[in-house]
């Protein structure tokens, strides 16, 4: 199967740029090194700043602590078991004195390398680093091996930035409800697209 057409790659629309949907992880949630290690359920929540006290006004569903995502609890029944060696942990976010636990954390921490090789556009400046993909294409022996239900949110492995895919089923979803993503199909995505 192409998967190259039902797949997306997901980040932030710096078009529709608002700092009340960044956040920063506090100094203890910083040193949990979430981005990429699993946290473990029952441990205390992971907590984030928000930049302005907007976040509370605008309803946010969705934060961006780059290269992760935070989703409210609406998102949470939309995305929930969908995510490639991932989970949604509890979040919560400040600022000053006002405080709101409705959030969960996209917590990714296994990869899926599943980008070919042999079709992608790359550039690998030595063997011991991670290449540039500038154009994927998906390899469909990889992605068949694994429940479309189970993939439908993964982090990309083996590449110098670790990106966000979602499949199509989700994004459909999604995109009514966020105007603040950006979605783009694996086929027409070049490196840069998203800024």
Known sequence: MNYNDTYYLMSPNYEIENEAFH??????????RFHYRELVYGEVSVKFNAKTDDFLSLDPMMLFCIPSFIVSKDLKIIIDDHIYGGKLYPAVVEFQNKSSSDFYLINIYQELDCWDRNSSLYKQKAPDYYPRVYKYKLDSTILDKIPENERLIFKMGGTDLSSIFIHERLKIKLENVLKNIKFLKVSEYEFGDEF
């Open 23 to 32: 956040v920063v992880p506090t100094e203890t949630t910083a040193q949990r």
